[in-house]
């Protein structure tokens, strides 16, 4: 690949200036005056971690979500982008993780699609401006074949083509090598390439350094939604970027000791298990959870930790391997085998986890209905009870018949954790316990964890907040592309070995 | 300009519950006013012998109660499926299969004393709406095949059985008309007063309603069934075999289903007849739709639709409305009350500006 | 010989109406919304088509009124499945009871409760080149080399054909097109209202010259059977409509043979029905409904 300029040639327009961009999503600051320059001919990384703010300037730029204040420029005219509409009349394309491709159409109708003219669409005339787009900027296609047949490179190949058909000066990639196998990556990064010879302006969205390291010109890193800094790549390496992106934090939190490590209560061997497009998620992952440890799963999204937590928790088959919990093996077992083997589930979907229409104490009871019974007749009595007595050691902010539904997300998330809790489990299977939650839930959350952990329980905290697991871990698998990376142990970790490790690069 | 759009809400406001009924019937007497208008009569007096006439005699209160018989158990039918997430519009058929097998058995327990004549054709009836909704359901559980189409499309071909068995081997042998011989004496469900076609059937019908209602309110069975409607997911984490309970449900409609067509054949017509049923499987939806899907609300919903059944008649008798005012008002209402019901998910907004995330 | 024509013809006849029924229900299909008010609209369609030929004395106001009144029908299946984001299956259900229940008290109101129908002078058998297989009402020509034919073709080519399959299979990317989603679907219903509708109008202005009760007869439930029987596919329902009218029409000639008349018809006539469910049976998770089948679509 060419190994570019530093710098744009003087005297160019920027392909694409914005400046102060501010997005405020209730309290969350998602964007605070980010400014972001893209030179002509560029790729430029946008480079950091989940929950840094790439996606909301990404949606910013599209006008997939309007700005609270800020500037952009394309091609050095100012521009209002209120809607994907404006984005493409002003030179903006976008490819996004989600395709919006409709399976059973053609290529050809895709790439038109929403942009005939006429009633008559004339489908030899589509295929020929797919041809031509397809050959003048070298992305392969096959403007016939049907959608739903192609592979998930080739679907990316479409969503590019659809925006270049539309005459994009400027594409931006959000994440596009998350969704693909190792060969599609790099005819991905040499439809790129091809395109930046032809003078294209590519933002391209990762968190994966090498990927950073091998493909673009210059970098601009956020961190808790402020630009970290700018940089030429030729300028820099991984080591540097891995710093910004994560930040020095030479303090790490303060983390409760834990005790001595017991039996192992959990006991994994060579899992797999296949993902949401039906492609390997979890590669052979071994390893022991003893009683009286918090054993974090760190890595960045879409590496296997939401199959992992799926496998353990009884609501995804493993396709391979083993993970036996006591006597009960877990690996191909639904729910209630799962929890009689004295496994707690706090799920990562939170939401879609509790019945919203029923109340807090029948969500408190659901896994257990029939504990509460006199004769053949639910107990309300004792459920109440039960409702009354939770409520208060969780101090869950509702009333026992206050419907789950209009429950802020930390209190649903007292209420999973209650009632997973008030039945003592050996194993804790925890995913992403804080996402979302404010300050005073997220505290609540972490120390009732190191509580179960004291208690004996063997917890399994899968997250994606590096915060979270230096402060409560005693050791730390890395999980990357489905595979483990590496552990550290917890006491030892830093930031950025472990941003190092979930990004692929180094092992422990 | 301003444009309006839905939001969702998380709870529907306090105001909401007890105003929908309210609104839901005046904008009924809005809408059917205009049928009302067009048939020469004044829309108060045809609404006067619609809704209230009919409860101020007693031939016209115990009507109401016979042509809510079929209704309570097809609604009941329809609300226990649909509350678990199957959507079974098949009612009408598994009525029907309950009807054929009620007109089969009942001609067979002649000797046998009316107790035992009663729970075989009984169990006979259920059983044949039950399996008349196995198919669907299998497919369903099995292969995720949607169970809309398939129940709907076994409703036809129900009825076409009782037309075969009607015009072939069932057909009145003596009269030669497409019935079937009549039931023996002992099989017949006993009227409840004098002077009166009420039976026993509607005894049954109150107490399953009442059972249904027990059952799904107050058991662990019950609440797992609203669980798996309401949210599959959630259900199937907290350790509930969704399929099983699907399944269950499924057939358990059905069965209910096949009890009406019982209750029809035993305690009316005698004998299997090609107007058995004037659609009371199609209604049960509506009765079911009517009552929000909760067992008190399909026995309000069953006794309304009784009610405009038999005012219908009167209106038609006494003011020269056509009758089938009373299926315009019925299927009026369905939609009026569909359309309110989702108010309560959703709100209707001003457009902000700009998008949200 | 006479036989077979007389077979070929009243296969044609019969299909007619499902031609026009299966072609519209394709149309709500394929935009996503199962219209189970087909019933109903071609119930209201035969009655108020007949209706309003008996009031005016003129076919082609009876045949636009139809037309009218299936566009309403769309129209409220549209305003209930879209709009208001209802129960597809209960919508439906709810517009067939209300059409037919409409129709049938108009029926009564107009015409009264007499025993003897009223007839119209109905549309004429038009009869190219003597042959009388193709002795046929203009209706039937109109459903073989236009409805179907055009149907076809919207759907396939050109772009509003394009849109209504987008909204249908992923309602997320037309929209991130720029396609109206709900305008699409209007569309889509209100067309295919109209054609069960004029499907309706076939028996009182052509075939019976009257309206009786039940005149529909279940026919909209074969509508939706021989749209899933051709997969979505215009030609396949076309043809799964002359399998269907063929077996009807044979089943009418053969019961009146001596002989015949104690074989159970009624199974040829459940055949469609239950084609269908083991072709379901069979297929599996393979069918390929349109992807947003059954479900209304808001913006996140």
Same mark, same amino acid.
């Given at each position: ?47 950091? @971690? ?15 979500? !309007? ?12 521009? @209002?982008?209120?809607?994907?509409r404006d984005a493409i009349a002003a030179g903006i394309g976008m490819v996004t993780q989600h395709f919006s491709l409709v399976g059973p159409m053609s290529v050809a109708e895709n790439v038109v699609l929403g942009h005939t003219d006429g009633f008559r669409v004339d489908h030899a005339a589509a295929r020929r401006r797919v041809t031509e787009v397809s050959e003048r ?21 479409? @969503? ?11 594409? !931006? ?15 991905l990064f040499a439809t790129l390439d091809r395109l930046r010879s032809g003078g294209m302006s590519v933002v391209f969205i990762s968190h994966k350094l090498r990927e950073v390291m091998a493909l673009t010109d210059r970098v601009t890193v956020l961190r808790g939604g402020r630009v970290a800094g700018t940089v030429a790549t030729a300028a820099t390496d991984e080591d ?11 303090? #790490? ?14 006991? !994994? ?13 979890? #590669? @052979? ?88 019974? #006199?004769?053949?007749?639910? $107990? ?22 206050? #419907? ?33 939650? $404010? ?70 | ?24 019937? +005046? ?9 009302? &208008? ?7 007096? +045809? ?194 075999? *969704? ?18 067509? *019982? ?74 009350? &569909? ?11 001003? +457009? ?6 | ?139 039937? %020509? ?150 947003? %089948? ?7």
């Amino acid at each position: 690949m060419t190994r570019p300029r530093a710098d744009p040639p003087a005297g160019t327009a920027h392909a694409i200036e914005a400046r102060g961009i501010v997005k405020r999503y209730g309290d969350l600051l998602a964007n605070d005056h980010v400014d972001l320059t893209v030179a002509r001919g560029d790729i430029h990384a946008l480079l950091g @971690e989940n929950g840094a703010g790439k996606t909301t300037l990404m949606r910013v730029l599209y006008g997939l979500a !309007v700005a609270d204040a800020g500037t952009v420029a394309v091609d050095g005219r100012r521009v @209002e982008i209120r809607s994907p509409r404006d984005a493409i009349a002003a030179g903006i394309g976008m490819v996004t993780q989600h395709f919006s491709l409709v399976g059973p159409m053609s290529v050809a109708e895709n790439v038109v699609l929403g942009h005939t003219d006429g009633f008559r669409v004339d489908h030899a005339a589509a295929r020929r401006r797919v041809t031509e787009v397809s050959e003048r900027f070298g992305v392969p296609a096959d403007p016939a074949a049907i959608v739903a047949d192609l592979s998930v490179g080739q679907r990316q190949r479409v @969503e590019i083509l659809k925006a270049l058909s539309r005459d994009c000066r400027v594409l !931006v990639l959000d994440e596009p090598t998350a969704v693909l196998v190792p060969q599609e990556v790099d005819a991905l990064f040499a439809t790129l390439d091809r395109l930046r010879s032809g003078g294209m302006s590519v933002v391209f969205i990762s968190h994966k350094l090498r990927e950073v390291m091998a493909l673009t010109d210059r970098v601009t890193v956020l961190r808790g939604g402020r630009v970290a800094g700018t940089v030429a790549t030729a300028a820099t390496d991984e080591d540097a970027l891995a710093e910004m992106m994560v930040g020095r934090a030479a303090l #790490r939190p303060a983390r409760p000791a834990g005790g001595r490590a017991g039996a192992p209560v959990l006991i !994994v061997r060579g899992l797999s298990a296949a993902g949401r497009h039906g492609l390997p998620a979890l #590669r @052979e992952v071994s390893f022991e959870l003893r009683a009286g440890e918090i054993v974090a799963v760190a890595g960045v999204s879409g590496n296997g930790q939401t199959e992992l937590g799926e496998v353990l928790s009884g609501m995804r088959r493993a396709t391979a391997g083993s993970a036996r919990a006591g006597d009960t093996e877990l690996a191909d077992t639904p729910p209630d085998v799962v929890m009689r083997a004295g496994v707690g589930r706090i799920p990562e979907d939170r939401d879609a986890s509790v019945v919203g229409e029923f109340s807090v104490a029948y969500n408190l009871v659901l896994e257990q209905l029939n504990d509460f019974r #006199r004769g053949t007749v639910l $107990d309300e009595r004792r459920i109440r009870a039960r409702a009354q007595e939770l409520i208060e050691r969780f101090s869950i902010k509702a009333g026992p018949d206050d #419907r789950v539904a209009t429950l802020s997300g930390g209190n649903v998330q007292k209420v999973l954790l209650a009632r997973v809790l008030a039945r003592d489990p050996q194993v804790l299977v925890v995913a992403q316990p804080t996402r979302g939650l $404010d300050v005073g839930a997220t505290q609540y959350v972490r120390s009732q964890l190191v509580a179960q952990r004291d208690r004996g329980a063997g917890v399994l905290l899968i997250s994606e907040d590096l915060d979270e697991i230096l402060a409560l871990a005693d050791r730390i698998l890395v999980l990357y592309e489905g595979r483990v990376a590496g552990e550290v142990d917890g006491a030892a970790a830093d930031r950025q070995r472990l941003g190092l490790m979930m990004a692929g690069r180094a092992a422990a | 300009m301003t444009r309006l759009r839905w939001e969702r809400r998380a709870a529907p406001p306090a105001w909401l519950t007890p105003a929908l009924p309210v609104l839901a019937v +005046a904008a009924t007497f809005a809408l059917t006013a205009v049928f009302v &208008v067009l048939s020469g009569a004044g829309p108060l007096a +045809a609404f006067n012998e619609l809704f209230v006439q009919p409860l101020t005699t007693r031939f016209t209160v115990l009507e109401i109660l016979v042509s809510a018989t079929p209704l309570l158990l097809t609604g009941t039918a329809v609300a226990v499926a649909f509350r678990t997430g199957y959507w079974n519009i098949g009612a009408e058929g598994q009525l029907l299969a309950g009807a054929i097998a009620a007109a089969g058995t009942g001609t067979l327990v002649g000797g046998l004393p009316r107790p035992v004549a009663l729970l075989a054709m009984g169990a006979a009836g259920a059983a044949a709406g039950l399996g008349w909704a196995l198919l669907p359901a299998l497919l369903r559980v099995r292969f995720d095949i949607d169970e809309v189409v398939t129940t709907l499309l076994l409703n036809p071909v129900a009825l076409l059985l009782v037309t075969g068995l009607l015009n072939g081997p069932w057909r009145d042998p003596a009269t030669g008309f497409p019935e079937s011989e009549r039931i023996a004496a002992s099989a017949e469900l006993p009227p409840l007063l004098a002077r009166s076609r009420l039976h026993l059937g509607f005894v049954v019908a109150v107490a399953l309603v009442a059972v249904a209602w027990f059952v799904t309110t107050r058991t662990p069975a019950g609440v797992r069934l609203r669980a798996v409607g309401l949210s599959p997911h959630a259900a199937r984490f907290a350790g509930i075999d *969704v399929r099983r309970h699907l399944l269950g449900a499924a057939l358990v409609s059905g069965a209910i289903a096949g009890l009406a067509g *019982v209750s029809e054949v035993a305690g009316i017509q005698y004998r299997l007849t090609e107007g058995v049923s004037p659609g009371y499987g199609y209604t049960g939806i509506v009765v079911a739709t009517l009552g929000a899907l909760s067992l008190p609300g399909v026995a309000f919903g069953a006794l309304l639709l009784g009610l405009v059944n038999v005012g219908a008649g009167t209106a038609g008798r006494r003011l020269g409305v056509p009758s089938q005012l009373g299926q315009v008002v019925q299927a009026t209402l369905l939609l009026v009350v &569909v359309a309110l019901l989702v108010l309560r998910r959703y709100r209707i907004v001003r +457009a902000g500006r700009g998008a949200r995330p | 010989m006479t036989f077979l024509i007389d077979l070929v013809a009243a296969t044609l006849r019969n299909a007619t109406p499902l031609v026009y029924g299966t072609v519209g229900e394709t149309y709500a299909e394929r935009a996503g919304v199962l219209n189970l008010g087909i019933e109903g609209t071609m119930y209201a369609g035969a009655f108020f088509g007949f209706a309003a030929a008996h009031a005016s004395g003129s076919l082609t106001v009876g045949l636009l009124t139809a037309v009218a009144v299936g566009l309403a029908a769309g129209a409220l299946m549209a305003f209930l499945s879209v709009t208001v984001g209802t129960n597809q299956h209960v919508a439906g259900i709810g517009i067939t009871l209300l059409l037919v229940g409409v129709s049938e008290f108009s029926n009564r109101l107009v015409f009264g409760g007499a025993g003897t129908l009223p007839k119209i002078e109905s549309y004429a058998l038009l009869s190219p080149f003597g042959l009388r297989a193709l002795s046929q009402y203009a209706l039937t %020509y109109v459903a073989f080399l236009a409805v179907a034919p055009l149907g076809w073709w919207v759907l396939a080519r050109t772009s509003l054909g394009l849109n209504i399959r987008a909204v249908g299979e992923n309602p997320e990317a037309a929209d991130a097109a720029g396609i109206d989603v709900a305008r699409t679907r209007y569309l889509a219903l209100m067309i295919g209202g109209a054609l069960m509708a004029i499907g309706g109008a076939f028996f009182t202005l052509a075939a019976l010259g009257s309206f009786t009760l039940g005149i529909i007869a279940g026919r909209g439930w074969v509508c939706i059977a021989l749209v899933i029987f051709g997969r979505w596919r215009i030609g396949r329902g076309v043809l799964g409509a002359l399998l269907f009218a063929a077996v009807y029409a044979l089943q009418l000639r053969l019961r009146i043979l001596p002989g015949w008349d104690a074989v159970p018809f009624e199974l040829l006539l459940a055949l469609p029905y239950l084609v269908v469910i083991a072709a379901l049976a069979l297929s599996g998770r393979n069918v390929d409904y349109p992807g947003a %089948y059954l479900k209304p679509y808001r913006r996140a």
